[in-house]
């Protein structure tokens, strides 16, 4: 199955200095039915203003993984890292048993990026970092693992069997991946027009897939993406309380 979730259908919450769409229940944004997509729990589509930003707050037991499209962050946290996220960088926190991070946008203009959480594959892991550039050469008409947890070569690494590639499709081209048994796909088109496996994907629109033979992605118009592969589970100990990813229980 293939369901395509309409551009129109994401939460967005304007504050100001923040403009955010929610793609899943988020802060005071709750859906029962649009908690998460198997162990992918948050996906949110951010642009920060210069000058203001995220102070310090906590994070436990997720795996977090932000996606600069455009500008730059600066990034603190109570690990002693102390970094600016740029365009084309990923960074990965594994929040593990618990830390403190601070994001603040210092630039002159405004930064876009993406924020994904995804499921740890176990519980009470050490807090760790990593982070590392890329180019969009590198996943021109090609799907890049940018993370993974699936042993992937040159992607960030994390704790959770899941992989977010990223990939620029000139209009004409194709690229596919293989679906597997116990995986679903997600994808978020970020610009432009593209068919999945015939199914018309618009600018801003999501597929949340559910196949066994293989997904072919071809572009209609020059288009900008990210795909996720993630176990089809539903998570553990989680609930309306604890959406920013503190423990239940």
């Known amino acids: ?43 949110n589509d951010d642009v920060v203003q210069p000058g203001t930003g995220f102070p310090t707050h906590p994070h436990e037991e997720m ?3 932000t996606i600069v499209l455009d500008g730059e962050m600066t990034h603190q946290d109570s690990m002693g890292n102390k970094t600016v996220i740029q365009t084309g960088d990923v960074q990965r926190m594994s929040a593990g048993t618990g830390l403190t991070h601070s994001e603040f946008n210092l630039a002159d203009r405004p930064v876009h990026f993406y924020q994904i ?46 992989t977010i590639y990223r990939c620029d499709l000139e209009a004409g081209k194709k690229v596919a991946h293989k679906a597997t048994a116990g995986r679903r796909i997600f994808v978020y088109l970020t610009k432009g027009l593209l068919t999945a496996n015939g199914e018309t994907v618009r ?42 990813g503190k423990k239940s229980g």
């Open 63 to 65: 795996e977090i993984v």
């Open 203 to 244: 600018s801003k629109d999501q597929a949340r897939i559910d196949i066994d033979e293989p997904l072919v992605l071809a572009a209609k118009q020059d288009s900008e993406l990210i795909l996720i592969v993630v176990p089809s589970c539903k998570g553990w100990g989680y609930s309306r309380e604890t959406l920013k």
């Open 117 to 162: 959480w995804i499921f740890p594959d176990e519980a009470e892991l050490k807090p760790s970092y990593d982070q590392k550039r890329f180019s969009a050469s590198d996943w021109r008409n090609k799907l890049l693992p940018v993370a993974s947890g699936q042993g992937k070569a040159g992607a960030v690494t994390f704790h959770t069997d899941a």
């Open 1 to 43: 199955m293939i369901e395509i979730v309409k551009a129109g259908a994401r939460h967005l919450s304007d504050f100001g200095w923040l403009k955010t769409y929610w793609l899943f229940s988020f802060s005071d944004y709750y859906d029962p039915r649009n908690i998460q997509f198997g162990a992918l729990r948050v996906f």
